[in-house]
């Protein structure tokens, strides 16, 4: 799902009459993107620069220095290091998307490093898949002042 989510991103959604953006992705174990010999196996997107093989921390840096994305991507964030390089990547001025387990927003709120993103109003919303429904959105969170539940339709 994420690594679809990048490739509509990085090249376009026709239906919503979106072009394309830079995607800078951070795959540190290899699980999105697939690199082989520095290509991507798996399609993420014209416009997708892949680091993998280095922490996500070390990768978020690197991207934003050399590459100038619109979006940051990584997976399973969940450290102090990760938390920084959020921190640094959303001011300056680059979206990102991240996955964190935790099946409530209280399981995140008791992980430390989730709650300071949460507290600090880093993200937007928050987005739980079902876990019986492969894909299958189960609820959405829109994060302002107070955390509200986005009723689906």
């Known amino acids: ?12 959604m026709d239906q919503i009459n979106f072009k394309g953006i830079n995607v800078g992705l951070i795959d540190e174990r290899g699980e999105i993107a697939a690199n082989y010999r520095g290509i991507p196996q798996n399609e993420v997107g014209t416009r997708t620069d ?12 690197m991207m934003i220095r050399s590459m100038a994305p619109d979006v940051i991507v990584a997976d399973e964030i969940g450290n102090d290091d990760d938390v920084k390089a959020i921190n ?39 987005i739980f898949l079902d876990e019986k429904t492969k894909g299958e959105i189960k609820k959405v969170y829109l994060l302002g002042g107070m955390q509200e539940e986005y009723i689906l339709a």
């Open 50 to 61: 892949v680091l993998d093989n280095i922490p996500k921390s070390v990768g978020m840096h």
């Open 88 to 126: 640094y990547a959303v001011c300056s001025g680059i979206k990102g998307i991240f996955t964190v387990h935790g099946k409530t927003i209280e399981d995140l709120k008791l992980n430390p490093c989730i709650s300071k993103l949460i507290s600090l109003h880093i993200f937007e919303r928050l």
């Open 1 to 12: 799902m994420l690594r679809d989510l990048v490739r509509k991103i990085s090249t376009g």
